[in-house]
C-alpha cells in the first residue's frame, strides 16, 4: 500500500499496538527525515515500533519501495528520528533503472538512495555485474572498493561457478546509472584469470546505453597495397541525436590516413557523412592507356553521405551521394570494389491513387578508360503515375508521364517528355479461362545532340527533334488448372498472349536506358521487352507458354517455359544474341525448388529453338539455415552479342559458415572467372582465373567476440595491386564495438 504514513496490514503480527483498533487503522508516526506527502511502500511478515526510541524493525520477506527505488532483506531496521535504515540478510537494492545489488548488509537513508554497502554484487540492467568488498551509494552513484567487473557468464553449463571469460579489477569503481557508464581507476584487465593489461584510468557504458564518448575496440590489418594497418577509432557522442567518429589509421608502407563518419537523427529522418583521406602518391596510366606514371604526393580521398527525411505522409526526400578523388583509392584502402560510384537524390510524393518522383543521378566511372566528360548527369528525372480508383468502361486506367535531362560535358546530350495511357479489362469465364485485354496510347518527344559521340553506333541516334506515336493492344488467355497431387496442390497454367503495334519507330531516338537486354522469363509476357522508354519493340506476334506449380507441406515447386513468335520481320534493334531477334524467339525457362526452410534452387534458361543450345544459364542455390549454410551462384552467357559492352561471361561464386563448435564458426567465399577467349574474344582470362578468394574464423559469446580473415584478390589495376589482406578484430561487450568478421 502506497501512503505518507506506514500501517501493517492485517495479516501480520507487530509487537506493540492497540488490539481495539482495526490494524487498517494503526498509523506509524512520521520520522523527523520524512515529509508529509512523501510516499513509501512498506510490506514484512512482521513489523514493530517503539514510540520510545521512534525504531521500527520488520522481519521476514521486508519489502521497502519509494520514488522508483526498492529494497528488500530478511531484516531491517529503520530509525524515524535520522531517516537511517540498516536492513542485513539477502539484501537487494534497486534504482529506478532497473540496476540491481545485492549485499549482506546495507546501511541507506530512508531516500533509499544514498547508504553504504559490503560485500556487494551489482547487476546491471545491460547485462555486467560488479561485484565489491565494500561500497558507498551517494546521489544515485554507486562507488565500489576493490570491485570486479565482468558481463560474462559465471556460471557453467553444469551449474556451477566458473571463472569469467575476461574481468577487470580495479582499486575503486564507479557506476553513474544516469550516464550509465562505469569508471576505473586503477584497473587490470584479466584474461581467463590472468592479468594481460595494466589501465590506470578508464571508463566505458555499463551497456543500457546503445553508445557513449569515448575509444573503441582498436582494429588489426595487413593489406598488400597498404602494408600492416592499426586503427583506434574514437566516439563522440555530441548529443542524443548525433555522433561522430574519428578513425585515425596508421600504415607501414604508406602514410596515415583519417576517416570520420557523422551520424544525426534529425526530426524528419536520419543523415550519415563518412570518408577516408590521406597524403600520397598515386599510379596514374599515359594517354595510351598502357604506361604507368607514378605521381608526387597529393591529396586523396572518398566521401559518401545519405539521409532519408519524411516531410508528412505523403512527401519524402531521400539523397545519397558518393565520391572518390581518384580511379583507385576505394579499392586500394578497401572501401568498395565498385567500379562506378552514383550520387542521387529522389523527391517522392504518394497520393492515394497517384505516385510522383523528382530524380537526380551522378555518375563517376571509376575503370581503366573512363573518363568525366562521357559520364552522364540525369538531372532532373520526372516520373508520374496516376491510376483512378473509378473504373472506365469497366476497366482500369493507368496514365503515366516521364521527362528526363540527359547531360554531358563531352558525349551526348538528350532531353526527352512522354505521356502514356493504358487501359486493361480482365473477366474470367465460367470454364475459369482468365482474358486480359489492354490498350495502350503512347506519345514521345525527344531533342538530342552531339550523337556522334555516343559510345556505339547502335545508341547513337540522330540530332535534333523527334516525335513518335506508340499505340499498343494486347490480348491475353490464362487457364488455370488446379487439382490434388502428391500430398499437396498442383495448378498447371498455360498462357498466350497477342500483341500489336507499329514498327520502325527507334531509329532516330538516342538509347539510354534500354541498353542492357536480358530476355527471360521476367519479361517474356512485357508488352516492350526492352528495359526502359528509349527502345520500343513494334510488330506483331503471339507469346505462349505453361507454369506448374506444387505445394505441398515443406515443399513448393514453381516452373515456367515460354516462348515467341513474330509474325512481321525482325527488329534491327534487338540484334543476334538478344534471344528476340528472329521471328521466333529463344526458348525461357526458370524453376524454383524449395524444401522447408533448408533448400532452395533456382535455374533460369535460356536456349536456342533450333540447336537447344543454352545462350544463358544462371543457377542459384542456397542451403542450411541462419548460423550454418552454403550459397552456391553460377552464371553463363553464350549470346555471342555483337555489342562491345553486352560482352558474355562465365562465372562461379561459393560461400559459406559452418557453426562448427559451440560459439565457433568457419566462413568463407570465393569468385572465380570462368570466361574463356570463344566466350569473350576480348578477354586474356584462360577460363579459369580467380577474382577473390576469403575464408576467416570467428569466436563469439555472451561477452566476447574475435575474428580473424584471409582474402587474396588477384585484380590487377594501376597502383592496385593483388595480394593477400588480413584484418583482425576483437570485441569485449560494453568496452567498445568492433565489425564483426564474416
Known amino acids: 500500500m502506497a501512503q505518507d504514513y506506514v500501517t501493517p496490514s492485517a495479516d501480520v503480527t507487530t509487537n506493540n499496538y492497540d488490539p481495539a483498533k482495526p490494524a487498517a487503522k494503526q498509523p506509524v508516526p512520521l520520522p523527523a527525515a520524512l515529509k508529509p506527502g512523501d510516499t513509501i511502500d512498506f510490506a514484512a511478515d512482521q513489523i514493530g515500533y517503539s514510540d520510545n526510541d521512534q525504531i521500527v524493525t520488520a522481519q521476514g520477506a521486508v519489502h521497502i519501495s519509494r520514488d522508483g527505488y526498492v529494497l528488500t532483506a530478511d531484516s531491517v531496521s529503520w530509525d524515524r ?187 524528419q529522418g536520419p543523415v550519415q557523412f563518412s570518408g577516408l583521406m590521406t597524403y600520397a602518391a598515386r599510379t596514374v596510366l599515359a594517354p595510351d592507356n598502357v604506361t604507368r606514371l607514378e605521381t608526387g604526393e597529393q591529396f586523396r580521398g572518398y566521401f559518401a553521405a545519405n539521409g532519408q527525411f519524411q516531410h508528412n505522409e505523403n512527401w519524402r526526400t531521400t539523397f545519397s551521394a558518393r565520391y572518390a578523388t581518384d580511379d583507385t583509392f576505394t579499392r586500394r584502402y578497401d572501401i568498395s570494389l565498385d567500379d562506378t560510384l552514383r550520387s542521387t537524390f529522389n523527391v517522392e510524393r504518394f497520393g492515394s491513387d497517384s505516385y510522383l518522383s523528382i530524380q537526380g543521378w551522378a555518375f563517376q566511372g571509376l575503370a581503366v578508360g573512363d573518363s568525366f566528360g562521357a559520364s552522364p548527369v540525369a538531372l532532373p528525372l520526372i516520373n508520374y503515375l496516376w491510376n483512378p480508383e473509378e473504373t472506365i468502361l469497366g476497366g482500369h486506367l493507368a496514365v503515366n508521364a516521364n521527362s528526363l535531362v540527359i547531360t554531358r560535358t563531352d558525349g551526348t546530350d538528350m532531353q526527352r517528355a512522354l505521356a502514356s495511357a493504358v487501359w486493361n479489362i480482365d473477366t474470367i469465364t465460367k470454364g475459369g479461362l482468365r482474358i486480359d485485354a489492354l490498350a495502350q496510347i503512347r506519345g514521345d518527344v525527344y531533342h538530342a545532340s552531339e550523337t556522334v559521340l555516343a559510345d556505339l553506333p547502335i545508341y547513337a541516334g540522330r540530332d535534333g527533334w523527334h516525335t513518335r506515336f506508340l499505340p499498343a493492344a494486347a490480348l491475353d488467355f490464362r487457364w488455370p488448372l488446379a487439382g490434388p497431387a502428391f500430398g499437396g496442390v498442383q495448378t498447371l497454367t498455360p498462357r498466350v498472349q497477342f500483341v500489336a503495334s507499329p514498327t520502325g519507330r527507334n531509329t532516330n531516338i538516342p538509347n539510354e536506358d534500354a541498353r542492357s537486354i536480358n530476355f527471360n522469363t521476367v519479361d517474356l509476357f512485357s508488352i516492350n521487352r526492352f528495359p526502359g522508354y528509349d527502345r520500343w519493340e513494334g510488330g506483331t506476334r503471339v507469346t505462349y507458354g505453361v507454369e506448374y506449380t506444387l505445394d505441398r507441406p515443406r515443399l513448393a515447386l514453381r516452373t515456367q517455359i515460354g516462348q515467341s513468335y513474330r509474325f512481321d520481320t525482325s527488329n534491327e534493334f534487338l540484334p543476334p544474341g538478344t534471344g528476340l531477334s528472329g521471328k521466333v524467339s529463344d526458348i525461357v525457362t526458370r524453376t524454383t525448388l524449395q524444401v522447408g526452410k533448408l533448400l532452395e534452387i533456382t535455374q533460369s534458361l535460356r536456349f536456342d529453338p533450333n540447336s537447344f543450345a543454352a545462350r544463358a544459364n544462371e543457377i542459384d542455390i542456397a542451403v542450411g539455415n541462419s548460423q550454418t549454410y552454403a550459397t552456391v551462384a553460377y552464371v553463363k552467357l553464350n549470346r555471342n552479342i555483337p555489342i562491345e559492352d553486352l560482352a558474355d561471361r562465365e562465372e562461379l561464386r561459393v560461400g559459406g559458415r559452418v557453426v562448427f563448435a559451440k560459439y565457433w564458426s568457419i566462413f568463407a567465399s570465393s569468385i572465380v572467372d570462368l570466361t574463356s577467349t570463344s566466350e569473350d574474344p576480348t578477354t586474356t582470362n584462360d577460363g579459369f582465373s580467380p577474382v577473390r578468394h576469403r575464408i576467416g574464423v570467428a569466436y563469439e559469446d555472451e561477452c566476447f567476440r574475435i575474428g580473424f580473415s584471409w582474402r587474396h584478390d588477384y585484380t590487377f589495376d594501376r597502383d592496385y595491386r593483388p595480394g593477400n589482406t588480413y584484418l583482425f578484430t576483437v570485441a569485449l561487450k560494453n568496452l567498445g564495438p568492433s565489425p564483426k568478421v564474416q
Open 81 to 267: 528520528t535520522t531517516g537511517q535504515i540498516i536492513a542485513t540478510g539477502n539484501v537487494t537494492t534497486t534504482d529506478p533503472s532497473g540496476n540491481r545489488v545485492f549485499g549482506d548488509r546495507v546501511e541507506l537513508t530512508d531516500s533509499l538512495r544514498d547508504g553504504a554497502l559490503d560485500n556487494i554484487l551489482l547487476v546491471l540492467e545491460g547485462g555486467g555485474r560488479l561485484a565489491a568488498q565494500s561500497g558507498v551509494r551517494i546521489s544515485g552513484k554507486t562507488v565500489m572498493n576493490h570491485a570486479v567487473y565482468s558481463p560474462c557468464s559465471v556460471v557453467g553449463a553444469d551449474g556451477c561457478a566458473k571463472e569469467p571469460l575476461w574481468q577487470v579489477r580495479a582499486v575503486k569503481v564507479t557506476h553513474d546509472p544516469v550516464k550509465h557508464r562505469i569508471s576505473y581507476k586503477d584497473a587490470t584487465l584479466d584474461f581467463f584469470g590472468q592479468p594481460v593489461m595494466f589501465l590506470p584510468t578508464m571508463s566505458h557504458p555499463d551497456g543500457v546505453a546503445t553508445r557513449a564518448t569515448g575509444l573503441l575496440v582498436p582494429i588489426l590489418s595487413y593489406n598488400a597495397n597498404l602494408g600492416f594497418g592499426l586503427a583506434v577509432p574514437y566516439l563522440w557522442s555530441i548529443a542524443p541525436d548525433k555522433d561522430l567518429t574519428i578513425t585515425p589509421w596508421i600504415y607501414t608502407a604508406v602514410n596515415p590516413a583519417l576517416g570520420f563518419e557523422y551520424r544525426q537523427l534529425l526530426a
